[in-house]
C-alpha cells in the first residue's frame, strides 16, 4: 500500500486538476444558489462535504489493484442491477424521475453509481472475449448493457441510459471490434432513431424538438434554452462578475447550480472564465487519456477508456445543451453541478484511474 514504487506514479497532476474545478464548483455554486443574498450556504457546505467523502473513497479505491476486481464482475453486475429494480419500487420522484432513493438524511441517485459498475464489469467481459469477429460476439456485450439501459429508462432517465450507450460505444471501439461490424452497429442504431423517438415520454420528445426550435415552446420546454443562451451571450467577453449575473441572480435561469452551471459561469465570468473551465477538462481528460495509453494491460486499458468515454459525453452533452447544440437531456457537469451522487461517482472513477496509473508498471513487493 505504501509502495514508494507504486506511488512514484500516481498522477498528482490529475488530482490537482479535479480538486481545482471542485474549487471553481464551490464558488459558482455559491453565487448560483444565492448564498450570499439569502445567506443560506447549505449547498456550498453540502457539496464541500461530498468533495471530502469523494477524496476518501478516491483513495480507498487506488490502493488495491483493480485486477482483483475483475474477480468480483458477476457480483458488481448483479447488484448492479438489483439496485436499479429496486428504485423503481422504493425510489423518489424529482424532475420527473424517480432516481432517488432516500437513506437517513440523504438522498442517493443509485444510477451514477451504475455507470461505474457497467464500466467495470463490461470491461471485465470485453477483456475476456477477445476480438469481435461478427455481430454474433456483439449479443452478450449488448444484452449486459441493455439490461440496466432498459430499466434507467423506466425511470424514466434519458440522460443515464445515453451515458450507458456512450460507454459502450468507447469501449467496444477500443476492444478488438472489426471495423465492418463496428460500423454496421452503428448503422443499426442510426436507422432506429425513429423507433426510439416514439418510445419517448412526451416531454421527452418535446426536448428533442426544443432543441432544434427553442421557440416552438418558449415559456415550456424551451424555456431552459432560451434562458441559458441568454445568460451565456450576455457575459461577453469579461462576463458581469461573480454573483452580478442578471438571468442567474434574477432567478430567470432555472437549474443553475445543477444542470446549469456552465451558463452561470458564462454569465458572470464570462468567455475567460468558460475557458478556463474547458481548459481544466481538457487537461483532465488528457492525463486521462494517458492513463489508459499506458495501462500495463487489456482490462485496465479497458476501464480507463470506459471512464474517459464516460467523462468525455458527460462534458460535451452537458456545455452542449446549454449553448443549444444538444439537447437537454438533464445530466450534470462533471465536479461542477451541485449533486453528491454524481460527485462521489466521478471520484471514484477518478480513483480507478490513478489506480491504473499507479500500477503502469509491475510492482515488486
Not at 506511488?7 to 444565492?34: G, P, R
Not at 448564498?35 to 456550498?44: F, H, L, P, Q, W
Not at 469523494?54 to 453486475?77: P, T
Request: aromatic share 12%.
Amino acid at each position: 500500500m505504501f509502495n514508494k514504487k507504486l506511488w512514484k506514479n500516481f498522477d498528482f497532476a490529475l488530482l490537482i486538476t479535479v480538486l481545482l474545478i471542485c474549487t471553481f464548483s464551490a464558488v459558482v455554486i455559491s453565487s448560483a444558489s444565492h448564498a450570499v443574498e439569502t445567506g443560506s450556504y447549505k449547498n456550498v457546505i453540502v457539496q464541500i462535504v461530498a468533495v471530502l467523502f469523494g477524496l476518501v473513497f478516491l483513495f480507498a479505491v487506488a490502493l488495491f489493484d483493480y485486477n482483483q476486481i475483475a474477480k468480483l464482475s458477476k457480483v458488481i453486475y448483479a447488484l448492479n442491477i438489483l439496485v436499479l429494480i429496486s428504485v423503481l419500487f422504493i425510489g423518489k420522484v424529482s424532475n420527473g424521475a424517480q432516481s432517488w432513493i432516500h437513506v437517513g438524511p440523504i438522498d442517493i441517485q443509485p444510477s451514477e453509481f451504475s455507470k461505474i459498475a457497467l464500466v467495470l464489469t463490461l470491461a471485465n467481459l470485453f477483456n475476456e472475449m477477445g476480438e469481435i469477429k461478427t455481430f454474433k460476439d456483439l449479443v452478450n456485450p449488448l444484452i449486459h448493457v441493455l439490461i440496466p439501459f432498459v430499466i434507467v429508462m423506466l425511470q424514466p432517465d434519458l440522460g443515464t441510459a445515453l451515458v450507458f450507450l456512450a460507454i459502450f460505444i468507447g469501449m467496444l471501439f477500443i476492444s478488438g471490434v472489426k471495423p465492418k461490424v463496428f460500423a454496421g452497429l452503428i448503422a443499426m442504431g442510426t436507422a432506429m432513431m425513429p423507433v426510439a423517438y416514439k418510445i419517448l415520454k412526451p416531454y421527452q420528445r418535446n426536448r428533442l424538438l426544443s432543441f432544434i426550435n427553442p421557440n416552438l415552446d418558449p415559456m415550456g420546454s424551451g424555456y431552459h434554452v432560451i434562458q441559458s443562451k441568454i445568460a451565456i451571450g450576455s457575459g461577453m467577453f469579461w462576463g458581469k462578475g461573480l454573483y452580478n449575473g442578471s438571468q442567474t441572480q434574477l432567478y430567470y435561469l432555472p437549474e443553475a447550480w445543477t444542470d446549469f452551471i456552465f451558463s452561470v459561469v458564462g454569465e458572470e465570468l464570462g468567455f475567460i472564465g468558460a475557458t478556463a473551465l474547458i481548459l481544466l477538462y481538457a487537461y483532465m481528460l488528457y492525463r486521462c487519456f494517458r492513463i489508459a495509453v499506458m495501462a500495463k494491460d487489456k482490462y485496465g486499458h479497458l476501464i480507463a477508456v470506459g471512464i474517459i468515454s464516460m467523462f468525455t459525453f458527460h462534458i460535451f452533452e452537458n456545455i452542449g445543451m446549454t449553448v443549444g447544440i444538444m439537447p437537454i437531456t438533464g445530466i450534470p457537469l462533471p465536479f461542477m453541478s451541485y449533486g453528491g451522487s454524481s460527485l462521489v461517482a466521478n471520484m471514484i472513477a477518478i480513483g480507478l484511474l490513478l489506480n491504473i496509473g499507479m500500477r503502469r508498471q509491475k510492482i515488486n513487493f
